[in-house]
């Protein structure tokens, strides 16, 4: 053997070693005590993990790149943990239960320190929603981080394509938290009440789980309500009128701002006007309210109460929030 190509196969060899053992000592053990009961059967270790189930299973990813989805001054186990959440809310808007997760994570370099914040992250969301991290992968780059969460049907699979004519458009809290927070985390780069909600957003998993006994149609809002009312229009073939004045926001100072900025993970939804009494009570058990901001008909969209004009939505290729 050249010597050239032993030193690369050395190369080789040692990164390899390395990254066993970052996952061995940062990535496994993450909600263990969750495995047996939400069915998974193979977990980290092998080429696959395995989940034994009955059920349809639900499955979404969602990626968070750094300097376009967070900030790389953000600490590590807020990334972490909103990196999970963020993919837990779709798993949410479709009324499931989540079960499992993957990650895949691409860091420029290891740092313990980073590495001991972003498993604490991990646990802390893996804890909230009795989740364990099944598998994942592991490659040098540019800091990004995807996850892929599984989950299992709640009463129904809410879908963004069954909104009829008549129901009733809901909203699961107030808008804007997450442009607050954000704003607020750029101005004192510190953990508070103001910032939590963009640092630890809450995926809303109960609250899906509820409405999936009785909305029609539902989607998340993390791109602005604007957007995702729209894709809801489009997939579910009605049209809706909107009333803006009715729309909640977390500081009427930025209402505008609110309701385009996107990142607060809360659920947009349809609900049969008859069965929106019972709705109210059931959501009352998780001591949450439905905000009803419309009425879905006609063809097209129609917002009353608008005085900003024309209200832009949350575009990665359109902005650049962060530069
Ligand atoms: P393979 O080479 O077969 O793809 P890897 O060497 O990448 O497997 O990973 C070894 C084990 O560690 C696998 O079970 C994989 O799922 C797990 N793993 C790798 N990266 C991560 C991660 N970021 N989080 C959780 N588990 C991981
Ligand atoms: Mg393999």
């Known amino acids: 053997m050249e010597w050239a190509q032993l030193a690369y196969l ?56 750094s300097g376009v989805h967070f900030l790389k001054s953000m600490s590590s186990d807020a990334i972490a943990y909103r990196s999970v959440a963020t993919a837990l809310s779709d798993i949410a808007a479709m009324g499931s239960q989540p079960v499992a997760f993957n990650l895949s994570l691409v860091m420029p370099n290891f740092n313990p320190d980073w590495m001991k914040g972003f498993r ?9 929603f009795k989740l364990p991290l099944i598998g994942g992968d592991l ?5 990004q981080i995807s996850v892929t969460v599984l989950g299992k049907p709640g009463k129904n699979i809410l879908l963004r394509s069954d909104a009829q004519s008549g129901d009733i458009l809901c909203l699961s809290d ?12 750029k101005r004192s780069s510190s953990l508070n009440n103001k910032t939590k909600p963009y640092l630890f957003p809450t995926p809303q998993i109960s609250y899906g789980l509820v409405i999936s006994e009785i909305a029609s149609s539902a989607i998340d809002i993390s791109d602005g ?13 009605v049209g809706c009128n909107l009333d803006l004045a009715k729309v909640p926001v ?17 659920i947009l939804y349809t609900v049969p006007p008859k069965k929106i009494k019972t709705l109210q009570m059931n959501l009352k058990s998780i001591r949450k309210k439905c905000h009803t901001i419309g009425i879905m008909s ?8 608008n005085i900003f004009g024309s209200l832009k939505n949350w575009d990665h290729f359109k902005y650049d929030e962060f530069s």
């Open 10 to 65: 050395k190369d080789t060899q040692v990164n390899i070693s390395s990254e066993f053992s970052i996952i061995k000592k940062y990535l496994s053990g993450i909600g263990a005590s969750y495995l047996q009961a939400n069915g998974i059967d193979v977990s980290i270790g092998d080429d696959c993990g395995v989940l034994a189930t009955k059920s349809k299973l639900l499955i979404s990813t969602d990626t968070s790149v």
């Open 120 to 128: 604490k992250g991990l646990q802390k969301i893996s804890k909230e």
């Open 139 to 143: 490659t040098k780059g540019p800091l």
């Open 174 to 185: 107030a808008l804007g938290y997450g442009y607050l927070g954000l704003k607020e985390f």
């Open 225 to 237: 309500l604007i957007q995702d009312l729209s894709h809801l229009i489009s997939r579910s073939g």
């Open 250 to 266: 977390a500081d009427k100072k930025y209402t505008k701002q609110c309701l385009e900025f996107g990142d607060d993970y809360q």
């Open 298 to 305: 006609g063809k097209k969209l129609k917002i009353t109460n």
